[in-house]
């Protein structure tokens, strides 16, 4: 075999296992479940992941989607939306999503231009850090620390106080 033949059959073999993986099912149920094994407050995480079976699912896979052009029918949407309000939510998620085979998407602040955060070609599960948005201005020091799921104008606002 000359040397573009073998490069041929392994891109081939990888494009068949990336194809599989990315077909196989996965259950919602086992995500869930590890998601409320790894916590130790349940009720707030039912509280903080959403499917596509619930109702404000499309709302909070909207609210942050700066291009108009992701907002269609055919947009790939995730699997599950888990939209943290601590560090251990995050270490949870992480977690259970590589446990499950998904990749994760995070979405943090509203700067995501190309989708890249909100729509994906295989079961994702969208990692919104809306709920984390501490800005703590120290005009003393000249300092900020601004966590992810903060907004531009939100900083603003308080750089102004």
């Known amino acids: 075999m000359t040397k573009s033949q073998l ?3 392994l891109v081939l073999t ?10 196989s099912p996965i259950d919602s149920e086992d995500f869930i479940s590890c998601l409320q094994s790894k916590t130790n407050n349940v009720a707030s995480i039912s ?14 896979w909207e609210a942050r989607v700066n291009n108009l052009r992701f907002i269609k029918p055919s947009t790939p949407k995730p699997s599950f ?8 939510h995050i270490q949870t998620a992480l977690f259970c999503t590589k446990k499950h085979g998904y990749q994760i998407r995070i979405r943090s602040g ?7 955060s909100s729509s994906a070609v295989v079961p994702f599960v969208m990692l919104d850090l809306v709920n ?11 300092t900020a620390w601004v966590q992810p799921g903060a907004l531009l104008g939100e900083l603003y606002y308080r750089i102004c106080l």
């Open 7 to 9: 490069v041929f059959l």
């Open 14 to 23: 990888l494009c068949f296992f990336v194809s599989w993986g990315a077909s």
């Open 47 to 60: 509280q903080l992941v959403f499917t596509p079976l619930n109702s404000s699912f499309q709302s909070i």
């Open 81 to 88: 939306i888990v939209t943290p309000i601590d560090e251990t």
């Open 110 to 116: 509203g700067h995501d231009f190309e989708g890249v």
């Open 132 to 142: 984390i948005k501490s800005i703590d201005v120290d005009v003393g020091n000249k």
